[in-house]
């Protein structure tokens, strides 16, 4: 995977999402905001990724625009690969028109909405005329981006820039996706619970963004992959720590504590045991050498496709929060927290620990 190829595409997009004219016509940071990507909204049939939580995400997205947040979308909400724009929007046209309404505004007063590989199409010359003949009054008053800057050191993109058959052979990708996987959708009854890409490129891919956002001390937020990372932590980063701690605290742990405490450390060992086996017994491959603490600059909103639930990344009250919402029960869960400020500062300090923090 090319990593010059990466870094020029994500110079190039961040350099004009800070233009003066790209920038949002207020500052988000002052606004709660939440990040979705990867929908992939499809016709509503079984080839539909998305169709298990439809349900799920309107409830979150009620849930939000109770709280007046500004919702970004980080790319591939549309499946557009598998469907064209009329089918989905015959079956998520009211999703789709309240994403729109609360989406922030540019300063031509239009709503920015940010396309990934699987809706590259909306980007087009002829899309936006064929909408026009389509008559999508709400789409017309869309902005259409490649990335987005909520601060000169928060940049947000979807991810697939500069990997080939993604981003400059998109449409023959369209169109294998199109004969091949689609029908093999249709005719097993399947979703698609993951990221497009296998465990290995997926790897490289994010320490490529880790390496992008290091060396430009940025905090980056991407979709793409599928895989939540909050601070440049995985779910399997996460359940280590977890396991780390819980067993340590069972050392001195009270009896009455100790069964609670072993039945957290068989869940963290069950999922990390399940993590290994899809990934053929291999771990995910660190940010950093030696497993050293990597600098927080890497997050990653997950998916709206996984089969138990949603994921997404909330900006509130100079807080950033990795939040799951879970189908089996509908609840919003906090999987991980952090003040927004100290991670910045950390970030653009190039210290992977709190330089405030006391020396031991």
Known sequence: ????????????????????????????????IVIFSDHHKGDSSPADDFRKNAGLYAA???????KNCRLIILG?????????????????????KKEISMAPRSIRGRSIRIWGNHDKEISSPRFRSSCREFRH??????????????????????????????????????????????????????????????AKIRDALEINYYRWAKSHRVLLICGHTHRAVFASHTHFDRL???????????????????????????????????????????????FEKDRQEPLPCYFNSGCCGYTNGITCIEIEENQIRLVKWRKDDGRRTVLSNSDLAALRKRIRSGRAVNPDSPRP
């Open 137 to 198: 009054p709400s789409l017309s008053r869309v902005e259409f981006r490649e990335g987005l800057c909520l601060a000169p050191d928060i940049f947000l993109i979807h991810g697939h820039q500069g990997r080939f058959f993604d981003d400059r052979a998109w449409r023959l990708s369209r169109w294998a996706v199109q004969i091949f996987w689609r029908t093999f959708q249709k005719i097993f009854h399947i979703g698609f619970d993951g990221p497009a890409e296998n």
């Open 240 to 286: 280590q720590e977890e396991l780390s701690a819980t067993r340590r605290r069972l050392l001195t742990a009270a009896p009455r504590e100790r069964s609670k405490l072993r039945a957290r450390i068989l869940e963290a060992e069950s999922g990390i045991e399940d993590i290994l086996l899809r990934r053929g017994g291999r771990s995910p491959r660190a």
């Open 76 to 96: 591939d909400s549309e499946e557009l690969w598998e469907n064209r724009f009329p089918q989905v929007w015959a079956h998520y046209a009211h999703l789709i």
């Open 60 to 66: 979150a997205l009620d849930f939000y625009a109770e």
């Open 1 to 32: 995977m090319s990593w010059r190829r990466i870094r020029k595409q994500f110079d190039r997009i961040y350099r004009t999402a800070r233009l003066r004219d790209h920038l949002p016509s207020e500052d988000l940071l002052h606004h709660p």
